[in-house]
């Protein structure tokens, strides 16, 4: 399974950042929720002028895309959901997983970095990789690269670039080598004993209130 998701990703970026005359950017995003795991991979061209123009294989970039839209490739088919990306700005795709995935088995960390390891201990989830960045190599015309990891967990520890909410983001450019580490709790945060315990807490508020208030009306009897 790892083998095809890889295969299929590394035949739709070959068919699209190798015949580009300028690169691509591509956005990797992992969301983990309440133990879940989804992907989310989109790639974009934002040079408009490139939309309509012939490439080298004799293929526009907007024919591209609807070949790949249009593929019935079972695989993609059966484990993604592909959508088109078609604004005045920008042309591209994007594939979001239908099922859950394992941690172990992020398809774009495991294409991308040679060494990709997942430590499950003590409730803790840790992600590392190594610190050679591999799609660079393979991708000549790629341009940029973003990896976010969206979670409701708590996270322990990371290495983010930045953090937008609970989005952390890793950006990846061609002028260095760049390890990612994300450290999680396994379990994710659970506030509804706190969402309790406050409604107990109104609760009494009012009803000591009305207590009060009809304790003064019999003094004033």
Same mark, same amino acid.
């Given at each position: ?21 300028? $690169?691509?950017?591509?956005?990797? @995003?992992? =969301?983990?929720?309440? $133990?879940?795991?989804?992907?989310? &991979?989109?790639?974009? @061209? ?26 019935? /490739? ?6 993604? %959901? +592909? ?5 005045? %700005? ?13 941690? *172990? *088995?992020?398809? *774009? ?12 201990? %003590? ?13 660079? /190599?393979?991708? @000549?015309?790629?341009?940029? +690269?973003? +990896?976010?990891? #969206?979670?409701?967990?708590? +996270?322990? /520890?990371? =290495?983010? %670039?930045? #953090?937008? $909410? ?12 760049? =390890? ?5 709790? @396994?379990?994710?945060? /659970? ?17 000591? &209130? ?5 304790? #003064? #009306?019999?003094?004033?009897?």
């Amino acid at each position: 399974m790892k083998r095809e998701i890889n295969m299929k990703i590394k035949k739709f970026l070959i068919l699209l950042c190798l015949l580009l005359l300028t $690169g691509c950017s591509a956005t990797y @995003e992992v =969301n983990i929720k309440n $133990g879940k795991i989804t992907e989310n &991979l989109k790639l974009i @061209e934002s040079d408009k002028s490139l939309f309509d123009k012939e490439q080298q294989s004799g293929s526009t970039i907007r024919e591209l895309f609807d070949s790949e839209l249009n593929d019935e /490739d079972d695989f993609t088919t059966n484990t993604y %959901d +592909v959508k088109s990306i078609n604004t005045n %700005d920008t042309l591209g795709i994007e594939y979001n997983s239908i099922y859950n995935k394992e941690i *172990g *088995g992020l398809s *774009g960390l495991n294409q991308c970095y040679k060494n990709f390891k997942v430590e499950v201990a %003590d409730g803790l989830v840790t992600i590392e990789t190594g610190n050679n960045f591999e799609c660079y /190599d393979y991708y @000549e015309f790629l341009d940029s +690269v973003k +990896v976010v990891i #969206k979670t409701n967990h708590k +996270v322990i /520890d990371n =290495n983010a %670039d930045e #953090k937008n $909410g609970n989005s952390y983001i890793w950006n990846i450019t061609k002028d260095g080598n760049k =390890n990612i580490k994300f450290s999680y709790k @396994e379990t994710a945060n /659970d506030n509804s004993q706190y969402i309790v315990i406050s409604i107990i807490i109104i609760l009494f508020v009012i009803i000591a &209130l009305l207590f009060l208030k009809k304790r #003064k #009306k019999s003094n004033e009897i």
